[in-house]
């Protein structure tokens, strides 16, 4: 079936390091990619996303790119800051309405 | 403005009882869902429904049971309810199809039950 994978957390970096949280992705077809964040307490927020292959989503300094051909949509950022500490989730989702979610990476930024 | 709420924001209960969970959205989007996030945050869709439709029911115990109203609202009853029960529930929404616009979440009830 279609899953998600995600890197293992919880990523430690000290701000103004980069970062790179892993995730590749099983389906048959090629669906939409996006990345959401959860801060603590809170729901669930749309990062960014991609919906065909070779798109960069892009925000707020964080960027990933849909490769297809190593099935992944790794998210990246070239300098953290004490604030983006939080729940990374990576999803896809075919022409539905159902969104598959990652197990998501928790991101802890010390100064 | 809240786009999407949700109340109430914390819910602990006993076992046996029956809860219901509130939801609107004012984005005037056509899609609502309810997805329950366990303790090891994985996230799981419960229902989808469009303009008041059931779309999507997913292997969920028919304790729990979705209304939806009108569009902007989509509340959650659960009967019996059990430990296993215990979760972080969020409604989210969308305009059209997830595959393009993704969700827009609220921020979730932590229900609790003792």
């Known amino acids: 079936g279609n899953s998600v994978t995600q890197m293992e957390g919880p990523v430690t970096l000290s701000e103004e390091a980069f970062l790179t949280i892993n995730c590749t992705y099983t389906?048959?077809?090629?669906?939409?990619l996006f990345w959401y964040v959860q801060y603590p307490g809170e729901g669930l927020q749309l990062l960014l996303k991609?919906?065909?292959?070779?798109d960069k989503g892009s925000n707020k300094g964080f960027e990933a790119t849909y490769r297809k051909e190593t099935t992944s949509f790794h998210l990246e950022k070239g300098s953290v800051q004490v604030s983006d500490s939080a729940v990374y989730f990576c999803a896809l989702s075919f022409n539905t309405d159902k969104l598959i979610f990652g197990t998501g990476t928790r991101l802890q930024v010390f100064p | 403005d809240t786009a999407v709420s949700q109340t109430p924001k914390y819910l602990v209960t006993q076992m046996g009882n029956d809860k219901s969970i509130k939801c609107e959205q004012n984005?005037?989007?056509?899609?609502m869902y309810w997805y329950k996030q366990d303790s090891k945050k994985f996230l799981k869709i419960m229902f989808s429904y469009n303009n008041k439709e059931l779309i999507i029911n997913e292997t969920v115990p028919n304790r729990f049971s979705p209304k939806s109203p009108d569009k902007a609202h989509l509340n959650l009853h659960i009967n019996s309810l059990e430990l296993g029960d215990s979760a972080v529930y969020f409604c989210?929404?969308?305009?059209?199809?997830?595959?393009?616009?993704?969700?827009?979440f609220g921020s979730g009830t932590r229900l609790t039950v003792v």
């Open positions: 389906a048959t077809g090629y669906p939409s």
């Open positions: 984005l005037g989007h056509d899609t």
């Open positions: 991609a919906t065909k292959a070779d």
């Open positions: 989210a929404s969308s305009l059209g199809t997830a595959h393009n616009y993704g969700y827009t």
